[in-house]
Every structure is written in structure tokens, then in C-alpha cells.
């Protein structure tokens, strides 16, 4: 048992003695500020130099913070662009309506990016080319995105977390190791704000990036639908999944069913993803990633 929990007062029975309405109050005040000054800081990245620039597997890229509602147009066109190249047919049917909410969520004041750009320094004739200086070349700097994350601060079951709202890597930079880079990152922000937990929303369908985050080591949350209710689940077409860093999120989110749906639930359900062929059906809720 955590250290935290061995500590926590209890009645003479042995049992959890319940807190008081003070206690609670103070609580949610204080989960409140955590997130308050979570949101309050304008750059996440900045506390991690180590994450300021990826270079492995032939990739050499640099990261960059961002806000929802101060995205340039060329990057939310980049944004919505690579949403419809890697998730149009996970989604299937869907894509329609979901690309709607994508837009929506993507500029809202709460969004936070890390930005994933690939600088070059390319020598290109065509600007010279048209000054009619065709025997030398020009530097020119011709920087692009190749990925990104969309993060937000919120209340899970009065539990602060980072909840991850799209983690999208170019189809030519994946499998490259960025993406548990970006994830790594998340962690460590999440951590360092105090937040219990990162959370996500993975589409059923969606058996690589299933995949991946099993690797990651998350797990599927006590609050997706299959584990609140296995009748829910099925109607569902998403899992929400998490990795819990303090005791009480564990409670809320891993350790929160009866004992004999836990026996069937998780295993099963692990297994399940790994066997999955690849279905295109998609309803999402508000969090998707
Ligand atoms: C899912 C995604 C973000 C993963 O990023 P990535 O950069 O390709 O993954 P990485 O190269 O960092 O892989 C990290 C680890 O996961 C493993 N992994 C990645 N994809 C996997 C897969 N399909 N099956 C099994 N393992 C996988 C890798 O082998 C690697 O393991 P290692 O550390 O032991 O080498 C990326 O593929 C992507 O953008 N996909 C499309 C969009 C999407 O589905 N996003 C998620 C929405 S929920």
C-alpha cells in the first residue's frame, strides 16, 4: 500500500473515516488552484530542455508550445489537414461530424500544443530561378510541421489530469520513436503540475494507436464505457485510457470496479485490442484523441 493511503485517518473499526464537509470543500479548492496554475503557465515545454529538440532514427526535429486561440491559419489548416490524413478512416462514417467538434476544440482557449517542426535548410534554385540569377543557390529556411499534441487541464472525477485530445505524428515521421517522446513529455508536464493522471480517448477501431499506448504502459480506465458498464461498452465505439501517478487517481481510475468485473474486464479487454482486426466505426465523445 502507498505511503499516502497508509496514512490516511481511520475510524476505530479500521474503517476509512469520512471526510467532513470542510475537508471536502478544501479539497476541491485546492484542486481547483492546481489547475488554475496549470493553466496559468504559458509555456509547459520551457521546464524541459531535454524535450526542446528529438534527433534519432534519421529525425531531427524541434518541439514548440502553442495555444488554441493563437494558432496561425497556416497551422490550424496544417492541423485539420493532418486530423483528416490520419483519422478519417478510423473514424469511417463519423469523419463528418467529428471533424466539426475537431475544429471547434482545436481553437478553444483551454487547447495547449506542443508543436512538432522539422527545420531545413534547404538550397532551392526557384526564387533565384525567377530574379534570373540561375547559376547559384539561395538558403532558404523551409521549416514544417510534422506532428503535434493537443493537451488540456481538467477535472476527471474531481481528479486533475492532462487529458489528451489528439496526438497526431505525419504518417512519413511515425514509428520513429516521437510519439512516446511527445507522450514522455506530457508525463513529465502532467507530473510536474501535480495533475494525478494523463487520460485519452482511443477509438476502438484504432488498433495502432491501441497498440502504442499499451506499450506506454496505460491502461483502460474504471471510467471508460466497457468498465463502468460491459452493456455500455459495447454500445460504445471508444475506450478511455489512463496512467495514474498518486494514489487517489489509481482509486478513481484503475482500481474502481468490483472484483469480479475486474477479473473479466481488464485481461480480457487488453487481449481483445491486440487480436482486433480493424473495424470503421466511430462515435467520440467531447475528449477524443
Ligand atoms: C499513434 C502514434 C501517435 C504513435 O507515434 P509513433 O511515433 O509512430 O510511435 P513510436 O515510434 O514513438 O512508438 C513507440 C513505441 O510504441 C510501439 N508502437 C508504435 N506503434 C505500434 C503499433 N502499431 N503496434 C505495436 N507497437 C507500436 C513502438 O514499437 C515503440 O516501442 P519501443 O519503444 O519498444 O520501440 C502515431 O502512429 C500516429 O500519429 N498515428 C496516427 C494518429 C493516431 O492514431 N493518433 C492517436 C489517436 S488516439
Known sequence: MATAEKKRPRGSGGEEKRPSRKEILGRKNAVG???KKAVAMK??????PGFHKFERNGLL????????NQLPLLTRKYIQNL???????????????????????MVAPEARYIFV???SNAFSTKNIMKQGHNSTH????????????????VLEEDVPVVYVYELQVEPSAQGKGLGKFLMELI?????????????????????????????????????????????????????????TFESEAKSKFELKMDPGLRAIGFGVEVLHISARSNGADGVLGDETA
Open 33 to 35: 488552484e492546481l489547475i
Open 43 to 48: 509555456d509547459h515545454l520551457a521546464q524541459f
Open 61 to 68: 526535429v524541434y518541439l514548440e508550445s502553442g495555444h488554441g
Open 83 to 105: 486530423l483528416k490524413v490520419n483519422m478519417e478512416e478510423p473514424y469511417g462514417i463519423e469523419w463528418p461530424s467529428e471533424e466539426k467538434v475537431k475544429r471547434r476544440q
Open 117 to 119: 517542426r522539422q527545420s
Open 138 to 153: 539561395e538558403a532558404c529556411n523551409e521549416d514544417r510541421l510534422i506532428g503535434f499534441v493537443h493537451y488540456r487541464f
Open 187 to 243: 508525463e513529465l508536464i502532467a507530473c510536474k503540475s501535480q495533475m494525478g493522471a494523463v487520460m485519452l480517448t482511443v477509438q476502438k477501431a484504432n488498433n495502432l494507436a491501441m497498440a502504442f499506448y499499451m506499450k506506454l504502459r496505460y491502461v483502460i480506465s474504471s471510467t471508460s464505457p466497457s468498465r463502468v458498464d460491459p452493456l455500455i461498452g459495447l454500445e460504445k465505439n471508444y475506450k478511455i485510457l489512463c496512467k
